[in-house]
């Protein structure tokens, strides 16, 4: 059976979440936010304080039971029987997250994890290597990108929508830390999958990204 993925990799802040959230929703398909399986990991390895011990997080990426299940329209996941929602984003997994998901072995385990979500049907799903890595023969391929000082900008509207301040320059330095680090990592970095659309979602608003995203994947264009 041929995959039945559309894979939307960018960096932080470049719109990939909302887009993909919005075209999966159009066509019917599952959401998959594949870095928050990482950012559980990272949560899981900030628990037990060993997020500079790379031996340690590969163990603990290998033997924690990561439970999948559908709901509302995308792939969730239970963490040893804990479903995690607003820790995920919390600041101290924001500033950790790059490091645990450069190791490889806990990479392996990640990956694994979201190739097994095809079970559950078609997928929308977003990330970093979704098109290089998870599934490099996707159906579709997109990769959007934005200029570091409205990604910032964004970022920092999303996070005071939600309750938490900060200054945009502490968060244009800690989004160039997460590319530099994602970057550059030994395995499955971030970079343009081959064959992948590129968009500049920059001057672009979520209705229009997703407008060409579908006209692409419609045949329209």
Not at 1 to 13: F, H, L
Not at 26 to 50: C, E, F, K, M, P
Not at 63 to 80: N, Q, Y
Not at 110 to 136: H, N, Q, T, Y
Request: glycine letters at 6%; proline letters at 3%.
């Amino acid at each position: 059976m041929p995959n039945r993925v559309i894979a939307i990799d960018g960096p932080s802040a470049s719109g990939k979440s909302t887009v993909a959230k919005r075209v999966a929703a159009t066509l019917g398909r599952l959401y998959v936010d594949s870095g928050a399986v990482y950012r559980a990991v990272t949560w899981h390895a900030l628990q037990r304080n060993i997020v500079k011990d790379a031996i340690a997080c590969a163990k603990l990426a290998r033997e924690t039971h990561i439970e999948c299940f559908v709901k509302e329209g995308a792939v969730r996941f239970k963490i040893d029987g804990l479903e995690l929602v607003s820790e995920l984003r919390s600041a101290v997994v924001n500033e950790n997250v790059s490091l645990i998901s450069a190791m490889p072995e806990v990479r392996i385990e990640v990956v694994a994890c979201l190739r097994k979500m095809l079970r559950f049907g078609d997928l929308v799903m977003e990330g970093r290597d979704i098109g290089s890595a998870v599934f490099p023969d996707a159906e579709f391929k997109f990769y959007l990108d934005a200029n570091p000082g409205e990604r910032a900008r964004r970022r920092t509207a999303e996070l005071a929508a939600s309750g938490v301040g900060d200054k945009l320059s502490v968060i244009h330095e800690s989004l160039q830390r997460r590319d530099t680090i994602d970057s550059s990592r030994k395995n499955d970095p971030l970079k343009i999958a081959p064959g992948a659309i590129i968009l500049d979602t920059t001057k672009m608003s979520v209705d229009d990204v997703a407008q060409q995203m579908l006209s692409r994947i419609n045949g329209n264009n």
